[in-house]
């Protein structure tokens, strides 16, 4: 069963990928040295403004961390602060 | 003897569904049982976690539910012991796993998938392997009917197998109309494939500006077929319109809008990325996937990825072709199964040499259903005379023409063992190398064919072709033969890898640009997007 989890971080739009070769540019969070593809549980995969309304803000977001995406379903503003690890 | 298997492992059901779900399950199973012993089908279970019915196929039990390796072992066993004409995987990828292949265009930045997961595995006679190239020569009519990954109550695995159990053949003519979706920007590519199955692409319909709430009549026809964009542990396709920066991608179709609107008996096939991947509802508010919510919905059968596929916007290859024999297939009278069988054998053998895509997409693309389903009904070409030997039992009760049926399945099968086995030790593969050394004018018409489509600082992997030994013998009498056959061979494959400007997207795009070497030139490529 996945876990449930909470990250905090900030979100950017950047290049996808460590030393991204890509020009894709996804909506991302980062989390301390980690970076996840944020997406919405229930959002489009595709095109997200929910999800881009977000970027240059630093959020809490609860979810379930799969594979290099954090699929939200729920997320709050938060002051730019610390940073939260995902449970390994 | 037995002419289907169905494989579980009791203890990953208990573990989910509890002692008295695996009791409604084993009824359900029953019950399935009996209903293809009454069309001929001499079936049994075997639990993959039973150390004595392992033993009694030569086998080992399986130790650890997840582990691919232990799950090909045994499987391979009963196959060798038992020759099934059909093998039935019980249960999603908590119970029995696919196999872990890795993906041969994982480059970590583009295409993430590190594994090309699926169950083509199970249906070859090679033994266990992480490499997709090791199983281009399939053999087995497999497919698997899965419950829902993490599921606690066993209610949708009952309906399958209840479906399962009842399902009924139809005409040919139930089968005519179809529902088919494609993303506008790959509609050359759609029509031709729908051309190709059809005869006719007028009923083709573009997303956007169409879906996903279709009209009721048009969901109802039996054959759907879907060339869309998908994502992971995602419920929804989605059209697209436009490129790069001014892409819009609408969604094209809904899981939640499908229940209670798919007719019994639907055969889907769907070229999506990740539109066949079984993952856990909880990942998506608690909504199943659209291959789920299809076979809760009394389909017979999905074909589809596990993973990113591949195809073209103009023309046909990849997931457009297999899905197109898939499909061709059903609509000739095939089971489920040997049309999964059969589609992956003609894309298999279609090619001069299976390049680095090609062999992601056989490894990806899985049937979801029961493989002795028959959905199109056609016309026996045999009349029952005599009872062959070992097929008494089938005749019992009248049932002579059924056992002459099962004489026909098995000479089908015998001619597609071949067909696997001639196939897998001939056809020259891609081979990935670990650090290419790309360099002077290959490396520069690299650099050029990915200016072209404006992919700035795009990976190259690189990969050598391999011919079995048969197909170099093969080779080597062409090659004394005359000159038509002494056109220089292909010597290796690149892959130029790169995402293009995409505004937003959480799901990228990808573009392969799949170049081929000979003599040291680049001679031709082919641009291939993700689904």
Known sequence: ?88 | MNEKVIVTNLGALKAKYGTAGVKKINTAVKALIAADKARGLRARVIALDSAAAMKAVKGRKVKDAGNPRQNKEAIDAIYRKLVPDYLVLLGAVDVVPHQDLRNPVFDGDNDRDEFAFGDLPYACEAPYSQEPKDFVGPTRVIGRIPDLVGASEPGYLLGLLKTAAEWRARSAEDYADYFAVSAKVWKKSTLLSVQKLFGLSSDLHLSPKEGPSWGTRLLARRVHFINCHGGSNDPQFYGQIGKDDDAKYPVSHLASYLAGRISEGTVAATECCYGAELYDPVLATGQAGICSTYLAGKAYGYFGSSTIAYGPEEGNSAADLICQYFLRRVKAGASLGRATLEARLEFAGGAAELDPVDIKTLAQFNLLGDPSITPVATSKPHTAVAIPKGFAALARGGLKQVASGAVARRERRRQLFLRGERIGATQPVAARIAQPKLAGQLLGDLRKIAAEFRLKSPNFLSYRIEAPVAARKLIGLAAKAGPRTQLAPASAFHVVMGGRPTADAPVIQIVALVAKESAGKIVSYREMRSR
């Open chain 1, 1 to 88: 069963m996945p876990t449930l989890q909470q990250l905090t971080g900030a979100v950017v739009k950047k290049p996808f990928g460590l030393g991204s070769k890509s020009e894709h540019h996804a909506v991302m969070l980062m989390v301390g040295d980690q970076r996840y593809v944020l997406r919405r549980q229930g959002g489009n995969a595709f095109q997200d403004q929910e999800l881009d309304r977000l970027v240059g803000k630093t959020i809490q977001g609860t979810g379930f961390v799969t594979g290099y995406t954090f699929l939200m379903s729920d997320w709050k503003e938060v002051p730019s602060a610390a940073t939260t690890h995902p449970h390994r």
